[in-house]
């Protein structure tokens, strides 16, 4: 059963590899030194701040407590991730792996069903570590500082802190309704990204 | 006189060129484009424009919770169509599909028609389809796919917005009457798209 195992577990890496992408970072130079240019990354790039976004939304819906969570879990996550992105370099990671983000968040946030605190951390916590990693790999292959990493960071944390207070207030009504339909927004977006991705 | 002018000219020069910078040009090719294109494309057809809003209209008709159903499934249907467009899947009829979605959506707003929320979702969401697929991946060459997804989908969502925003009117009897009135100069145009796709 041992052997099997691993054959699988090396056709995959193989798949992986085969189908692994190189990273873009899209670090610009603003002039305001690397922790600068970390913090326009998430404002700029729609790959990595309408997941956050999403995060925002979904942690929002589900209370000041998975509120709480998420924001930790999803800053700490992405500067860890980010940092191992780094070190380690380039991910095995298939072009379309960015849009599972899209589409799993902005379901999530259309669908607004309750989820426990544990589960919504988790999710952010996998969100911060794949797209930190990719920025970290993106940054080391561009040759930039590091420290741009933090200003991602503390972008992802206070874009997240930000949105999600504005959400955690809405109870029934029309504005929550609102939410669900920008989750379905980012589903939509995901669902065209993946088949972009597939295209290329 | 003469003499001073051409030195000041001299260093001018020097100083600019002292100043001058490499210029960038590269600013993530397309990225821009594709937002604004994304976000007209849907704005560009008229039968896209009025199947959108029928939609809202309808749905405002409807009441809760269809005025938020359908908008939801709309652009989450219209994806899965343009992601079979982009994949290379192709969809029979997609003209003849897409004059019909103004035609039929027309009509049960001039109707006022109340099926089951089901059958409005998956009519809406039928039609979605054709919408995706002919829309979805008309993206110009050089331009960021997924900016003008997001374009794309968002307009869309808006022009739903616009139809929601004009059926509050149904709350009153000269409004009710006005939104049927609408309803049937949309079928009407609905009938027009569909004998230019179908002659």
Known sequence: MRLPGRRAGRAIILVAAAASSTVEAHLATTGLGPVGDGVSHVLLSPDDLVPVLAMALLAGLNGPRARRHALLALSGAWLAGGIA????????????APTVSFLALG?????????????????????????????????????????????????VFVVTAAVSAAVVSLQEGWRRVAVRVAGSWVAAVGLLMLGWALRA | MKGLLSRLGTVAGLVLLACATPAFAHVQQGQAQGLVTGLLHPVSGLD??????????????????????????????????????????????????????????????????????????????????????????????GQSGLLYSIGFVVATGCLHGVGILIGVAHRWPRGRLALRVAGTAVSLAGVAFVARAFL
């Open chain 1, 107 to 155: 379901g999530l946030v259309a669908a607004d069903r309750r989820l426990s605190p544990a589960f919504v951390a988790a999710i952010a916590l996998a969100l911060g570590l794949a797209h930190g990693w990719l920025n970290g790999a993106g940054i080391a292959e561009a040759r930039r500082e590091a420290l741009a990493l933090l200003g991602i960071a503390a972008a």
């Open chain 2, 48 to 141: 896209h424009v009025l199947a959108m809003i029928a939609v809202g209209l309808w749905g405002a008709q409807l009441g809760r919770p269809a005025v938020w159903v359908l908008p939801v499934t709309f652009p989450m249907v219209m994806a899965c169509g343009g992601f079979l467009g982009l994949v290379g899947i192709g969809l029979p009829g997609i003209e003849a599909g897409i004059a019909l979605s103004v035609l039929l959506l027309g009509l049960m707003v001039a109707l006022e028609a109340k099926p089951k929320l089901a059958v409005a979702a998956v009519l809406v969401g039928a039609f979605a389809i054709f919408h995706g697929h002919a829309h979805g991946t008309e993206l110009p060459a």
């Open chain 1, 85 to 96: 992105g780094f070190a380690a370099g380039n991910p095995l990671l298939p072009a379309w």
